[in-house]
């Protein structure tokens, strides 16, 4: 078998297909830098029906697959940076997409998205998961008590077991989204406290990754979501993204997600006020992109503006993004003890709560919104969500490359 199937393969390479435009340009110019032994790491996106004759071709050419993606028909991927045009012109291959690297990017704030009132009502996410892909989550007294909240944990990055969080950004983010305030006696409590939550670990200690491991994580959050009722994934990270939507890792990935039934929310980034500087996967028209609101620290929304530094659309292709926009200046969420090892180390934190600004924050207010509305309305898909979020929302700015829609109004949206 092995052999017939060797000599099957040796047609498909041999024959004549060409490798222009299948290449990003970001590989390329890496090419022109390094030497002939180096290695690149890419995404390879393999053609309709044809992914185990791609993954055949590929293994026959040296070429180190890392992790598999079936559910957007790709590959992550290690080939020498010498061998590239030459592994373009496998038929059976669509695009060799750079492996990007990217970045990570309440208790007035979830006051102002009108999550109190929403808790005070009986809505408080319980039994929804959120999975979360950023940095970690650490077992925060806010998370694991009474009850332990964080019914998963998947370490891509140092394959570790337990949970953990070796730069912060992940589970404060966790904590905007489904922090109970059990440290402070409710008074810093996220919006939906007692949503369940799934840590995704996809960035390092620096809050920096590479897409083929976020891409990785989503494969893992689709592959597990009947195990842990994992109804939203938020993405609080980004990067600055070129070429086709078609051919973006982040945003294939993303809105394959979203058509399988999982909410998905992404910051739309740090760039701002410039416009066109929406990061990706926020650019997926699909999804929810957040920007970031200034509440001036107030929980009367009249007051509120887009944040400066909250990345404008348009999108590419001139989709308007941000969606919509929240609370993300000077919000306070769980702190972290950075050097604590599941099972190694005791706790030990000095302060339960740290502040934080930026679109990463805002993102997590409506993943937990998106628990909350799932709780009252467990038959709904993504797009309901959207347009609810999107019907509902208060205009605060007028510019929809700044606001989208206007500002979350979670109040307003559970007396439908």
């Known amino acids: 078998m092995n052999i017939l199937f060797g000599m099957m393969l040796f047609p498909i390479l041999g024959r004549i297909a060409k490798g222009e435009g299948k290449i990003d340009q970001r590989l ?3 090419t022109q830098t390094l030497n002939s032994t180096s290695k690149l790491s890419a995404i390879i996106f393999s053609k ?22 079936p559910f957007i028909n790709a590959y992550a991927v290690e080939v020498p940076g010498s061998m590239l045009e030459k592994v373009a012109k496998i038929e059976s291959i669509k695009y060799i997409s750079d492996d990007i690297e990217t970045s990570s990017l309440l208790d007035i704030a979830t006051q102002g998205v009108g999550a109190r009132t ?3 009502m009986g809505y408080t996410g319980k039994g929804i998961g959120i999975a979360v892909l950023d940095t970690g989550i650490y077992p925060h007294p806010d998370l694991i008590r009474p009850r332990n909240r964080i019914t998963a944990f998947k370490d891509f990055v140092n394959q570790k077991d337990g949970p953990y969080d070796d730069n912060g950004h992940g589970t404060f983010v966790a904590g905007v989204a489904a922090g109970n305030g059990y440290s402070s006696g409710g008074k810093y409590a996220g919006v939906a406290p007692e949503a369940s939550i799934i840590g995704v670990k996809v960035m390092n200690k620096n809050g920096e990754g590479n897409a083929s491991k976020i891409v990785a994580g989503m494969q893992w959050v689709l592959d597990h979501r009947y195990d842990y009722n994992i109804r939203i994934a938020c993405l609080s990270l980004g990067s600055l993204s070129s070429g086709s939507l078609a051919n973006d890792p982040l945003v294939v990935a993303s809105s394959a997600l979203w058509k399988q039934g999982i909410f998905v929310t992404a910051a739309a980034g740090n760039a701002g006020p410039k416009q066109g500087t929406i990061t990706t996967p926020g650019v997926c028209p699909s999804i ?3 920007g970031a609101v200034d509440d001036k620290r107030t929980a009367d929304p009249s007051d509120d503006v887009v944040a400066e530094f909250s990345s404008r659309g348009p999108a590419r292709g001139r989709v308007a993004k941000p969606d919509v926009v929240a609370p993300g200046v000077g919000v306070i969420s769980l702190n972290t003890d950075r050097d604590y090892i599941s099972g190694l180390r005791l706790y030990s934190l000095e302060r339960a709560y740290a502040t934080m600004s930026g679109t990463s924050v805002a993102a997590p207010v409506v993943a937990g919104i998106a628990a909350l509305i799932l709780e009252k309305h467990p038959d709904y898909k993504p797009d309901d969500i959207k347009k609810l979020l999107q019907k509902y929302a208060r205009n605060i700015d007028g510019n929809i490359y ?7 109004d979670l109040e307003r949206i559970l007396k439908v």
């Open 118 to 120: 929403a808790n005070k």
């Open 402 to 408: 700044a606001q989208g829609k206007g500002l979350v």
């Open 288 to 290: 929810v992109t957040v």
């Open 48 to 69: 309709e029906k044809q992914g185990t004759i791609c993954k055949e071709c590929l293994k026959e050419m040296g070429v180190t697959i890392v992790h598999e993606f």
């Open 28 to 30: 390329i110019k890496k």
